[in-house]
């Protein structure tokens, strides 16, 4: 099943807005997940809440590995496959 990386990335800038209770346009999808608020519970919870909706399997440390809500999206969607892609 073909994940748009817009729709990943969209969907990541409303849970973190609010879980935050702030704007969307307050999440910045270039800063660190723990940039934009998220601790190390919060990024696994988050990771699997993305994993339910898509309904796929994903690792636990995905924030750790892909460190940024973009490089994430981009992963997701499959247009990285490195950590270090951006």
């Known amino acids: ?3 748009d ?3 990943v ?3 990541l800038v409303a849970r973190i807005a609010t879980a935050r209770g ?3 346009e307050e999440v910045d999808v270039d800063e660190s997940f723990i940039a934009n608020g998220l601790s ?3 990024s696994v919870a988050l990771v699997g809440d993305l994993a339910k909706e898509l309904g796929v399997p994903l690792p636990d440390t995905l924030t750790w590995e892909f460190p940024t809500i973009a ?3 981009a992963h997701v969607a499959g247009a990285s496959t ?3 892609d951006d």
Do not use: C, K, T
């Open 9 to 11: 990335e969209d969907w």
């Open 5 to 7: 990386r817009r729709q």
């Open 40 to 42: 190390s519970v919060s």
């Open 1 to 3: 099943m073909p994940v």
């Open 71 to 73: 490089a994430l999206a």
């Open 22 to 24: 702030i704007g969307p």
């Open 82 to 84: 490195s950590p270090h």
